[in-house]
Nanobody, 123 residues
Framework: QVQLVESGGGLVQPGGSVRLSCAASGSIFSINAMGWYRQAPGKQRELVAL???????NYADSVKGRFTISRDNAKNTVYLQMNSLKPEDTAVYYC?????????????????WGQGTQVTVSS
């Protein structure tokens, strides 16, 4: 059983900062790419940022220069530092990870999602 548990988020003023964390736990053999997605009301879920196991990163154009994704492989955790927040950043943020689990008998690779955390940017 593999779980992703997110923390952080909340209400922040425009121009402010917030840090999201997402920790993976369970029968984990390895974690490949980790990322953050977001979904605003009435919109489709969109990619925010990705980080490979080796640390290579990719960002949506809308967050480049403001958001930073990072990971701690020893802690199976991915972070999203969000600075210079704008009202249009308001959304539910979901972490995602490509995880190979080991049951003791076989390996299995799947995509896992966190439960989502609300970030609201408003004065």
């Amino acid at each position: 059983q593999v779980q992703l548990v997110e923390s952080g988020g909340g209400l922040v003023q425009p121009g402010g900062s917030v840090r999201l964390s997402c920790a993976a736990s369970g029968s984990i053999f390895s974690i490949n790419a980790m990322g953050w997605y977001r979904q605003a009301p009435g919109k489709q879920r969109e990619l925010v940022a990705l980080v490979s196991r080796g640390g290579s990163t990719n960002y949506a154009d809308s967050v480049k220069g403001r958001f930073t994704i990072s990971r701690d492989n020893a802690k199976n955790t991915v972070y999203l530092q969000m600075n210079s927040l704008k009202p249009e950043d308001t959304a539910v943020y979901y972490c995602n990870a490509q995880i190979t689990s080991f049951s003791g008998t076989y390996y299995d690779e799947n995509d896992y999602w966190g439960q989502g955390t609300q970030v609201t940017v408003s004065s």
